[in-house]
C-alpha cells in the first residue's frame, strides 16, 4: 500500500498538471494566426470559402454607453453586414434537448463546457433555423440572414437559417 506522503505527491503531480493544462486550453488565441503560431482556425483549417470570418464580427467593441448601459460599437463591414444573406461557419451550442435545434448559438468557438460560453457576443450568434437544423458537436456552415444588433444580449442573430453546404 502506498505511503500517504506518497499519494500526497501523487495528487500534487494530478493537480499541477490538470492546473496547467486547463491554464492552457483558456489561453486567448488569435484567429488570424494558424495553429502551429498558437492561433485557432475551426477544426483545424480556415474557415470554408464564402463564410464570414469571424475575425470580422469579432472586431466589434464593447464600450460602456453614455446611459450606463454596455454595448457593441460595429464597425462599418460589419453593419454593411446588416440584413445581408451571409454563411457562418461555427459550432452549435443548443439551447434546448431535441435532437433538432430550431433556435441555438453558433460560436466561433468549441464548447469545453456545458456551463461556460466560449467568448463574448462578438464570438457567438444566435440563429433561428428553419427548418429545424439536427445537433452536432462537429463544426457547421449555416445559412441565413444576418441582423446586426445595438440594443439586445446578443450582437448578431442569423433567421431563416438553415444548414449549409461548406
Not at 49 to 60: D, V
Not at 67 to 95: C, I
Not at 127 to 147: H, K, Y
Amino acid at each position: 500500500m502506498a505511503s500517504s506522503a506518497s499519494l500526497r505527491r501523487t495528487l500534487a503531480a494530478v493537480a499541477a498538471a490538470l492546473a496547467a493544462t486547463l491554464a492552457s486550453a483558456v489561453q486567448p488565441q488569435d484567429p488570424a494566426k494558424s495553429p502551429a503560431q498558437g492561433g485557432f482556425w475551426i477544426g483545424g483549417d480556415p474557415a470554408p470559402a464564402g463564410t464570414i470570418p469571424w475575425q470580422l464580427l469579432q472586431s466589434t467593441k464593447t464600450v460602456q454607453k453614455p446611459d450606463k448601459k454596455f454595448g457593441p460599437v460595429f464597425p462599418k463591414e460589419v453593419k454593411d453586414l446588416d440584413k445581408q444573406q451571409v454563411k457562418l461557419y461555427g459550432f452549435m451550442m443548443p439551447l434546448d434537448q431535441a435532437k433538432k435545434q430550431k433556435r441555438f448559438l453558433l460560436s466561433a468557438y468549441p464548447p469545453h463546457c456545458s456551463f461556460c460560453l466560449t467568448g463574448g457576443p462578438e464570438s457567438l450568434v444566435e440563429v433561428l433555423a428553419d427548418p429545424p437544423i439536427e445537433f452536432t458537436f462537429e463544426p457547421v456552415v449555416i445559412s441565413g440572414r444576418l441582423a446586426v444588433l445595438d440594443n439586445d444580449v446578443v450582437y448578431y442573430r442569423l433567421t431563416n437559417a438553415a444548414a449549409a453546404k461548406p
